[in-house]
């Protein structure tokens, strides 16, 4: 009789544990399922955002397309897209060090390979940068292709979260 208790003991703790490693599996599932919106740029480039991002597109006044979340947590993303001469020479890390003069500037590695930009010349740069009091984490891409220049600045007051946000420069992708 003990013997048999014993055994049913031993089949609901395997039963147990296996449910358990099914739900933190599916939950694990569940929570990396992220729904995405995709937001165009000029007709020409999309990105794809988290669905409760919101996108406050170009005016008169501003030369960029602003993103950010409707969780209040300071996380924004401002994209350029400028037409330009095929061939012409710019030096992005000189035009952020006219920028953000007091800033260390670093060179930020990207694996080309997540990209769904092709046959084009990208440079990533991190730094931080005071902005009225607070302290700002940035990182901005510079995307040339085809006399198309593509910057995409990431800021945020977590360096986490910036990071955490190269997973949406990867989601960019050309269109026309």
Do not use: C, H
């Not at 990396?32 to 006044?61: A, H």
């Not at 300071?74 to 060090?97: A, P, R, V, W």
């Amino acid at each position: 009789m003990v013997v048999g208790r014993i055994g049913e003991i031993m089949k609901l703790k395997k039963y147990s544990l296996f449910i358990l490693i099914l739900a933190f599996v599916l939950s694990f599932t569940t929570y990396s399922i992220e729904k995405t919106e995709v937001f165009n740029i000029d007709n020409e480039w999309n990105i794809s955002l988290p669905e409760d991002w919101q996108m406050e597109g170009r005016s008169l006044y501003q030369q960029y397309y602003s993103f950010y979340p409707s969780v209040p947590f300071y996380s924004t993303i401002k994209i350029y897209n400028y037409d330009i001469e095929e061939n012409q020479n710019i030096d992005f890390l000189e035009d952020l060090k006219k920028k953000y003069p007091n800033s260390k500037i670093q060179k930020k590695k990207l694996d080309l390979n997540k990209t769904k930009i092709k046959n084009a010349k990208v440079e990533a740069y991190e730094y931080s940068f005071d902005e009225n009091g607070t302290k700002l984490y940035a990182i901005s891409y510079f995307v040339l292709l085809k006399g198309n220049l593509l910057i995409a600045n990431f800021y945020s007051i977590s360096k986490k979260e910036t990071e955490k946000m190269l997973e949406y420069f990867y989601s960019i992708e050309k269109i026309n």
